[in-house]
Nanobody, 121 residues
Framework: QVQLVESGGGLVQAGGFLRLSCVAS????????MGWYRQALGKQRELVAA???????NYVDSVKGRFTISRNNTKNTVYLQMNSLKPEDAAVYYC???????????????WGQGTQVTVSS
């Protein structure tokens, strides 16, 4: 079993900031990429930011310069620092991990339960 648990969502005013965290635990040998996706009401889930084990990152254009993804490999944790939040950033944010389990199985389909981010204008 693998669990991803997010925290840090909430309500913030436009221009404010939030920091999301996601901890992976369970039957994990190694974690390759970790990322954050979001899904707004009535919209498809989209990749917000991702980071490899080595620290390479990529972001959706709409958050570049405002969001920063980082990770602590020793703690199996990924963070998303979100600054200058806009109403259009409001969504449920999901943590995703691509990892290898102890039996050698590799999957990029591990997800957290989601954390709500609400931005008031």
């Amino acid at each position: 079993q693998v669990q991803l648990v997010e925290s840090g969502g909430g309500l913030v005013q436009a221009g404010g900031f939030l920091r999301l965290s996601c901890v992976a635990s369970g039957d994990i040998f190694s974690i390759n990429a970790m990322g954050w996706y979001r899904q707004a009401l009535g919209k498809q889930r989209e990749l917000v930011a991702a980071i490899t084990f080595g620290g390479s990152t990529n972001y959706v254009d709409s958050v570049k310069g405002r969001f920063t993804i980082s990770r602590n490999n020793t703690k199996n944790t990924v963070y998303l620092q979100m600054n200058s939040l806009k109403p259009e950033d409001a969504a449920v944010y999901y943590c995703n991990a691509g990892l290898r389990r102890r039996d050698g199985t590799v999957s990029y389909d591990y997800w957290g339960q989601g954390t709500q981010v609400t931005v008031s204008s």
